[in-house]
């Protein structure tokens, strides 16, 4: 499928994994949304990007606000692309603490609407304007991607609630890929390994020599360009659909 000249929509576009997918996807000829809660970061990329992008406040997890941000991708042009890269809090507690209580209900909860429900929400509403679209030579009518984890196959401990969302947007892939093929929409999953993004708080240098020599190689963390590179491969090849790729360097993660 051909990008430039259409737009794409990016949630968590304002950094990390996502800031890097705008950049690319703007490098590609499309106009992009920038659809965060992060007003600073996504103004200034705006801002930064020119007539190619637009930021609009995002929470995936709203139906409205979701529905304001597919309306303004589709102003820009025939929205093509839909990118789920968004992050949010996660527990990091075990199951039961030291003391034997159980971790509370609402942090599963909270994980599982930002991280599963709110990639649903994306992906079903871009679903139905892509399907509004005439479809393009190939019969195409667009791409979804959404973004799980490695953690969807290796939770590590403290993280069942990741864990579970993430598997729960691995399992939701093959089966929108079947329901969504009718109307010529593909949908693609990655699972990233251990990235370097904003929110480790660290210099990229120390980041890489804390987190990196666990990957067999290449011994570093992931580069969010490298994620967007991976998008931009998924955009142009039309026969990759239903499946999820993971992008890891051979990482498998550890019980720790």
Known sequence: M???????LVSGGAGGLGEATVR????????VVIADLAEERGKALAQDLGEAAVFVRTDVT????????IAAASELGELRVSVCAHAGPVA????LDRSGAPIPQELFDRTIRIYLSGTFNLLRQVAAAMAALEPLDSGARGLVVNTASIAAFEG?????????????????????ARDLAAVGIRVVTIAPGTFFTPAFQLDEGTAHETWGKSVPFPKRMGRADEYADLVSFLVGNDY?????????????????
């Not at 051909?2 to 794409?8: D, L, W």
């Not at 590590?156 to 929108?176: E, P, R």
């Open 240 to 256: 990759i659909n239903g499946e999820t790729i993971r992008i890891d360097g051979a990482q498998r993660f550890g019980p720790k």
């Open 92 to 95: 990091q507690q075990r199951i």
């Open 156 to 176: 590590q401990i403290g993280q069942s609630d990741y864990s579970a969302a993430k598997g729960g947007v691995v399992g939701l892939g093959l089966v929108a």
């Open 2 to 8: 051909e990008i430039r000249g259409k737009a794409a």
């Open 24 to 31: 690319r996807l703007v490098a590609d000829g499309a106009r």
């Open 62 to 69: 709203d139906e409205e606000s979701v529905t304001s941000a």
